[in-house]
């Protein structure tokens, strides 16, 4: 049943959302990992267990298949499942996606203080991939701070403004009362906030320049509004992007109206049949003379970046009768103009070094306005988006929109295609045509690689731009709510520059991911070799389980936190975009993974096999199965933690930079956890014991322990001076260039909720990792324990002598039970109680194999174990209280059972 909303209406269903393109290649990453290294490796190592059990046992030893040794011999092959278990866990990368949340809430957290507050999660790591930005002008890349400078009224041109007694009066009184009455009455021009300070301004910033002029004028507009109070406004004509004007209608005491407008000065100017001239009437306007206005007042203006504004008015006489209000095409005609003012708009002084950078980042910045084509042009030749000299294509929206459509009026990619590439100012544009290019960029397949888009908009009608983009920009002041809502990002200052930071949070968190990556895979690729060479060669793995989940949780929790938080530098900008389709894994990156677990697999391989003799140590190779912990283990175990920790330095640079130190005190996340990882495992070390499989190591075999975990720093060194083009067989991974879905049951959850931010559905993908995080942890756990409960029977059964060979074991003629285990879980309890012959304290074979009892026991293995009791001969030679007899009944069902196999990494 579909669930309901409090109206009682069906709820509706949120459309799946797509993973974002990191995301993608992380899971296709980890798939192929798990199912190449993870499974392949432990399926094999499980087959190798149990042919060389099955060869040593039934074929070496001939011994016997027996219905009754069957519970045993499913022991063995639940151990060596567990043994498989242990290598897949090892060597799936399940911290990729704990990674990624941690990296992109931490740079969420640390964007806001760069002036970006991000609402969906994944528009942040988009912005890495960014190489283009479709601009607005007006305060994003100007201060948005407009002032009147120059004026054409009275048939002359200002260059400055002009003092009041150069106008004539009629003309001002006109041009004050409409500046007045034509602006919102919510523009209004309040005091500074400071004393010495800039006057504020209140609402619509063109509004509030022409406000700024009158009272330059020395003129009061409030004083006209208070003569007119707003609900004595008879008409407002509110503006547009279509028509470029507003236009406010007044009704004179006679029956007369009077209608005020300002607008585009270019197509206001083409409605106006006269204008105001000195002696304050008006004059005939034609069309030569328009020309030679714009020629020689409109272009100089917008050349200088000023936007141009016509201001003009219209009367309507009680004797023409009442006019058709609703007919605006016929109502803005036959205007007379009263002034052309020009209004500067400063550029920001930080944009023009904010745009080279993104140009020198491979990001295309392009400018996008309603202002007049010479305005955009002088603007985008001060902010650097044109150069003198560039081929590029500045176009007005009407010229474009005559390009790219057909004789039918339908918009064809191919014609776009002709137009973008070299397209950098769209001017006199509407939200439609920033729409259709975004839209026109995105789809072309002219280039290789798609294009990824970024927008900037405040308005509601920026709305489809802003969500057609690969990331919309709302403007968090001047931006409507429609706006903010489309975007997936607001920029809290409406400053361009903070859009450079966003690009570099963005490259950060690949740079980040790419990191951990790198280290991640170095550990994993060392573990499961050491793991499956001790398994199935000494048949014990030199790192104990209780060790191993320490290793996992350096590599995961602890180097995701440290390597995902590293904070961004400038560096970043002087390298392209990643790209949809770039591998995470780069040759470079590669070509370190290998390379760090070269070194690393033959120090651990070193100390595996001849560490007891450079050492001068009992081996721990062949220790019993629960025999103390050994010193040669413990260097073994040590060694490989540190290094690790000294890798986790190397890691931090993915490019191939020698100076591995540079900027690690910018990063207190990271020094912290380092300090921290050593100063534990200095305690499970020197203070772990048995539960760690650890015992004390000495000064001098800390420094050599130490000494090699350094070793990864020189080794890395080397690694760096190898030419990445030289190893042109090393291949890169982690592509990704389709989008891959949420699945269904993660969407589940969240189709309960009437509205939620996209943020927040991360956020909860987040914690769910978290999760899943803490449950792998317990789960190892639980296989641990689970074992150990397995085996635990066998430990009041061993002598030790049957201890460093468990072939023998249950054979021994010194066999013995003790009290304390009561039974051995290796047939069913019920059976037990079922069959009279069998007792709870000692165990009786049946006939068939009672003449298995007198088998001779096996000669003693030799004692390679330093912490094993010295104490094994005298054990053999002297029987002692509780023992069985050798020929007596209580020899065990199976006869020779190879036990040694027994001896895992658990």
């Keep these: 049943m579909q669930p309901l909303n409090a109206d009682g209406e069906p709820k509706k269903k949120l459309p799946k959302k797509d993973k974002s393109v990191l995301q993608g290649k992380l899971t296709k990453l980890a798939v192929q990992i798990g199912k190449a290294a993870g499974l392949f490796m432990s399926s094999l190592t499980v087959l190798i267990l149990i042919t060389r059990f099955l060869i040593d046992t039934f074929v070496i030893q001939g011994i016997d298949f027996t219905q009754e040794c069957l519970p045993i011999y499913v022991q063995f092959f639940v151990k060596f499942f567990i043994i498989g278990v242990t ?5 799936v990368p399940e911290g990729l996606p704990l990674a990624v949340t941690i990296s992109l809430a931490y740079s969420v957290k640390k964007m806001m203080k760069d002036n970006n507050l991000v609402r969906h999660l994944d528009a942040c790591e988009t912005m890495g991939n960014a190489t283009a930005i479709c601009s607005d002008k007006t305060g994003t890349l100007t201060m948005n701070r407009m002032t009147v400078v120059q004026t054409y009224i009275g048939s002359r041109y200002y260059k400055k403004l002009p003092e009041p007694d150069l106008i004539p009066a009629m003309i001002l009184d006109l041009l004050v009362q409409g500046i007045g009455v034509n602006c919102a009455y919510t523009s209004k021009i309040m005091p500074p906030e400071k004393e010495g300070g800039l006057a504020r301004q209140v609402g619509n910033k063109t509004e509030c320049a022409l406000l700024g002029f009158s009272l330059d004028l020395r003129r009061d507009y409030q004083t006209i509004r208070n003569e007119i109070p707003e609900e004595r406004l008879f008409k407002v004509y509110t503006f547009n992007s279509v028509r470029k004007s507003m236009s406010t209608v007044l009704k004179n005491p006679d029956g007369s109206y009077r209608m005020y407008s300002k607008g585009a000065s270019e197509i206001l100017l083409r409605k106006c049949s006269k204008i105001m001239m000195g002696p304050g009437k008006a004059k005939s306007f034609k069309p030569r003379d328009r020309d030679d206005l714009v020629r020689k007042v409109i ?44 209004i500067e708009d400063p550029v920001r002084p930080e944009v023009p070094e904010a745009i080279r950078k993104c140009q020198r980042a491979g990001i295309t910045v392009r400018m996008v306005t309603g202002d007049n084509i010479n305005t955009a ?112 990002i607001i920029l809290t200052d409406d400053n361009f520059s903070s859009i450079v930071k966003a690009v570099m949070w963005g490259r950060n968190v690949y740079d980040s991911i790419s990191k951990f990556l790198q280290f991640q895979l170095t550990v994993n690729v060392v573990a499961v070799i050491v793991a499956f060479t001790g398994a199935c060669i000494t048949q014990d793995s ?30 970043l900008l002087l390298r392209s975009p990643y790209g949809r389709d770039k591998p995470l894994i780069s040759r470079t990156m590669m070509k370190n993974i290998l390379g760090h677990a070269v070194y690393q697999l033959t120090v651990i391989f070193t100390l595996l096999f001849v560490g007891e003799k450079l050492f001068n140590l009992d081996s721990g190779r062949n220790a019993p199965l629960h025999a103390p912990p050994s010193e040669h283990y413990t260097i073994v175990f040590n060694t490989f933690v540190l290094m690790q920790i000294f890798n986790e330095l190397n890691a931090r640079k993915i490019h191939g930079e020698r100076n591995v130190f540079e900027g690690i005190f910018n990063n207190p996340i990271f020094c912290s956890i380092v300090l921290g990882t050593l100063i534990i495992q200095v ?39 190898i030419p990445t083009r030289w190893l042109r067989f090393l291949k890169t991974a982690g592509h990704g260039t389709q989008q891959e879905e949420i699945p269904e049951e993660e969407m589940e959850e969240m189709e309960d909720q009437d509205e939620i931010d996209h943020a927040e559905m991360e956020l909860k993908r987040g914690q769910v990792l978290w999760c899943r995080g803490l449950n792998r942890i317990s789960t190892q756990i639980r296989v641990v324990n689970a074992f150990r409960d397995s085996v ?83 054990e053999h030679s002297a029987p002692l209280p509780g023992m069985i007899a050798p020929n007596s009944a209580g020899l065990s069902p199976c006869p020779g059972s190879p036990m040694h196999s027994l001896e895992t990494s658990l």
């Design 683 to 721: 305690v499970i070390v020197q203070f772990g014991g048995k539960p760690f499989s650890c015992v004390r190591l000495s000064l001098d075999q800390w420094l050599w322990c130490v000494f090699l975990g350094v070793g990864s720093l020189l080794w890395g060194q080397l690694v760096s001076s």
């Design 792 to 874: 635990s029977p066998y430990e009041g059964l061993e002598t030790p002598e049957s201890r460093s060979s468990i072939h023998s074991f249950m054979s021994h003629p010194e066999f013995r039970m003790e009290d304390s285990v009561n039974h051995i879980p290796l047939i069913d309890e019920a059976e037990c109680e079922d069959d009279p012959p069998i007792k709870r304290n000692s165990m009786v074979l049946p006939p068939q194999l009672s003449g298995l009892s007198t088998l001779p026991p096996p000669p003693a293995s030799p004692n390679q174990n330093n912490n094993s009791t010295a104490a094994a001969a005298a």
């Design 299 to 342: 272009e100089p203006m917008a050349s200088e970046g000023l936007r141009t504004i016509c201001l003009a008015y219209r009367d309507f006489p009680a004797a023409d009768g009442e006019p058709d209000w609703d007919d605006e095409a016929h109502i803005l005609t036959n205007l007379t103009c009263i002034s052309v003012v020009g």
């Design 542 to 571: 030199p790192l104990k389980a209780v060790q191993m989940l320490w290793v996992n949780l350096i590599m995961d929790t602890f180097a995701s936190l440290a390597l995902a938080t590293e904070p961004p530098t400038e560096a």
């Design 87 to 91: 290598v897949l866990v090892v060597a």
């Design 377 to 488: 042009r002088a603007i985008a030749i001060k902010c650097g988006i044109l150069q003198p000299g560039d081929d590029f294509l500045c176009m007005e929206g009407k010229e474009f929109n005559r390009r790219i459509r057909n004789e039918l009026g339908e918009i064809e990619q191919e014609r776009i295609d002709k137009i973008w590439p070299k397209l950098r100012v769209l001017a006199r544009s509407s939200p439609t045509d920033k729409h259709t290019l975004v839209k026109g960029i995105i789809d072309s397949t002219v280039l290789e690689k798609r294009q990824v888009v970024a927008v900037t908009g405040d308005g509601t009608n920026d709305g489809p731009a802003l969500k057609k983009a690969d990331v919309g920009f709302a403007m968090g002041i001047a931006g409507t709510d429609v706006a903010k809502e489309a975007s997936d």
